[in-house]
């Protein structure tokens, strides 16, 4: 759904007659976004990160690793051959899209699956049973060799 934004500069570039370029007119209407949109959730588990990444060829345009604890999505979609055609309009994103999603701690990087079907990409790693939140103690030591009470030259 358009926006009144890109209402208004639809409007304006049909009325003037000016061919803007794709990317020039994309740039005025706010399209500057380069990032991924992602759904994530967890199935159990296993953490479930997905995108709707449509027109794509995953062999070619998708590159997932795992780096310090990130997922780290890159993804391309190339404009069509046909763009230079009469009268062709689109409305749809090309250029190179990423995203990075931390993992929860403890994930291994070694279980992280992909698939593609139907234009979304889903991501799944293992991640440890969670047990509820938990506290370490920390203890506190006294630095020389002070005793419990309070030092000579505390003033109260």
């Given amino acids: 759904m358009l926006n009144s934004k890109e209402i208004d500069m639809d409007n304006l570039f049909r009325r003037t007659g000016i061919d803007v370029p794709e990317p020039v007119r994309r740039f005025l209407q706010g399209e500057t976004d380069t990032w991924l949109r992602v759904e ?24 997932i690793t795992v780096t310090e604890g990130n997922l780290n999505i890159a993804a391309r979609r190339t404009e069509p051959a046909h763009k230079d055609q009469p ?31 139907d234009g979304v990409l889903e991501i799944r790693a293992q991640i440890p049973e969670q047990s509820g939140p938990s506290a370490t ?3 506190v030591s006294r630095g020389g060799n002070q005793s419990p009470e309070a030092p000579e030259n505390f003033v109260t």
């Fill in 87 to 117: 009268g062709y309009r689109s409305e749809v994103r090309y250029g190179e899209y990423s995203r990075s999603v931390p993992l929860p701690r403890g994930a291994d990087p070694d279980t992280v699956e992909a698939s593609y079907i």
């Fill in 137 to 139: 103690k920390v203890h």
């Fill in 40 to 63: 994530e959730y967890r199935d159990g588990n296993t953490l479930v990160v997905r995108t709707d990444i449509p027109g794509i060829d995953p062999d070619k345009d998708i590159d």
